[in-house]
């Protein structure tokens, strides 16, 4: 079905952001369905107004202007708003199958949910499966469907290593991988390093993809992903006695923690499983950016919330003080011993050359 595209409503951008920000689902979905009765497409209206606003609403959680509460209640309009468009619209005759769902995780499905409308509304038999869906689950189902490919969803990088193994899972069943997201970096670097097919940051540059001579049909395995070490490996077992030891090491070097109340201690905590988290992710690829850009927007978001710059590199030292003794200790554990060889200061040369460029990206941001 062919559509003339038409400018969205001079004022309809303001209508929607004010519905937004006023928690109302009824004139935030009547200011979208007023676009479609214009004429304006759907795909259109959820790029050109549910995205842009989406991307604000994060802005404005991100600056302390809106709590979680807010922002979830904005999320779950855009998410009605996506539903109307898509049930006032009719598709085409089916072009094949494809499956949609967020990787493990991955909790922020109104991505995905916008890509899943798009491909349907463009001719596509979807099926749609939402957030955070295991591997095992994803397997079964690709088996019981045999899609012509599997579109990922994931906006949050610590998620990449369940990334993988979907992508693994899928490829594995000889069904190509479209990946998309925040998570996957800002060019889509991640998702190809991982054994994704192809990448696209939005659902019209999907759809161009898939729909280009260049896609496969089908796939063969994922190729293997090299590591130079096992740090990752050794971060993540280690994850509960490393925020517990960072936490200990913090309160020693910063005596004023003494007066944390238990909330101020759970945010402290958070933060640091965060940190451990990237770290980790980064370490699993092998790309230094992913540790130091999420250590830069720690520092921004904490700063809003009028927590200095300084605590983060004051965690990124605490972190780094406690990493031997923890890591020697959990490697002396009987349980671990028939699975991690010994430890020694050559296994983590690279992680803490990791933390170290994670401390130069947060020093100028001391400063300011």
Known sequence: MTVTAAELSADVRDRYWDALCRGDRTAAVAAALGELERGVPAIQIFDELVRPAQLEVGRQWATNSWGVAREHVATSISEDVVAALGARTVSGPARGRIVVTCVEGEWHALPARILSESLRLSGWDVSYLGASVPAPHLV???????????????????????????????????????????????????????????????????????????????????????????????????????????????????????????????????????????????????????????????????????VPAAAVQLGLDALDAVLDAVLDTATDRPSDAATAPAATAADWSRTRSFLACGKERVTPLTAQ
Do not use: K
């Open 140 to 306: 079964s189902y690709l088996h019981d469907l045999g899609p012509d490919l599997v579109a990922l969803s994931c906006s949050v990088s610590t998620s990449l290593q369940r990334a993988r193994r979907m992508i693994e899972a899928a490829r594995g069943a000889g069904v190509p991988v479209l990946a998309g997201g925040r998570g996957f970096g800002p060019d889509g670097r991640w998702a190809l390093a991982l054994g994704a097919n192809g990448w696209a940051p939005d659902p019209t540059a999907a759809l161009a993809l898939i729909e280009s001579d260049s896609w496969p049909a089908f796939t063969d395995p994922a190729p293997p992903l090299e590591h130079p070490d096992d740090a990752h490996v050794r971060l993540r077992a280690a994850h509960a006695d490393l925020v517990d030891a960072t936490m200990a090491e913090l309160a020693r070097r910063f005596p004023p923690m003494a007066a944390y109340g238990a909330e101020q201690r759970a945010r402290t905590v958070e933060d640091i499983g965060y940190i451990l988290d990237f770290l980790t992710a980064a370490l699993f690829l092998d790309d230094v950016e992913l540790f130091t850009d999420f250590v830069g927007w720690l520092a921004e978001i904490l700063t809003a919330r009028g």
